[in-house]
């Protein structure tokens, strides 16, 4: 264990107060329906337009909040004492992550690009490790259950997190002609539900099947809603 940043030695130092005979579990690259998170951040960035990077060079397993909870608990009742790795199967890094969230939600994943973690600007203000793989060699031996493979966790959630939110898109001045006609392409091929224009940028649609049109103005007071 080196941890390279204070965030990973507060934690080792946490580890170390605990008493014999403690159940200690490691995660990492931790996402869920709550909460801020790479799936929610990669997931946002998907439904907007244009090209995206994400760094190619630091690998980890991701693990999902749902699945994590339930092995906890099972660590916890079990009364297992030491110190436990529980990750979702397999490795990636984060731009085959931000990849497979792209996928998952119906998005174009070659829009994602990778970029090495010294290219990044701004740079990170802490290291990251190259590597946060974890070997979950201690719940494999003692007869634990696996947590599945990210890749299966990860088609859940993004569904989960689409049924909460609006799949929309937007067209509106600030787009160049491409960006406003692949917002377009998208609506009028059911990828779509929801599309938002302003007034100059909705001029000239046409669009057929449409079931609801609402206008709406925004007031100038910036105290109105």
């Not at 130092?13 to 995660?27: K, L, M, N, S, W």
């Not at 990778?114 to 590597?131: F, G, K, Q, Y």
């Not at 719940?139 to 959630?157: D, V």
């Amino acid at each position: 264990t080196n941890p390279l940043s204070v965030y990973g030695r507060s934690k080792l130092a946490g580890e170390r107060e605990c008493r014999p005979g403690t159940t200690v579990v490691r995660t990492s690259w931790v996402c869920g329906a709550a909460g801020a998170n790479m799936v929610k951040t990669a997931l946002r960035l998907a439904l907007g337009e244009g090209s995206l990077r994400f760094v190619d060079d630091q690998r980890g397993s991701p693990t999902f909040t749902a699945d994590l909870a339930a092995a906890i608990v099972t660590l916890a009742l079990d009364r297992r004492p030491g110190v436990f790795h529980v990750t979702n199967q397999g490795p990636t890094t984060w731009y085959g992550f931000a990849r497979a969230v792209a996928s998952f939600a119906g998005e174009d994943p070659a829009r994602i690009e990778p970029i090495a973690t010294a290219d990044l600007v701004p740079a990170r203000p802490a290291p990251r490790p190259a590597n946060s793989v974890l070997d979950n060699a201690a719940l494999r031996l003692g007869g634990g259950e696996l947590l599945p493979a990210w890749q299966e966790s990860i088609a859940r959630l993004v569904e989960e997190l689409n049924d909460r939110g609006f799949n929309a898109a937007a067209v509106h001045g600030d787009l160049n002609q491409e960006q406003r006609e692949r917002a377009m392409a998208a609506f009028k091929a059911g990828k779509k539900d929801i599309l938002i224009a302003t007034d100059v940028a909705a001029r000239g649609m046409d669009v057929l099947d449409v079931t609801h049109v609402m206008n709406h103005t925004i007031p100038e007071d910036d105290k109105a809603h």
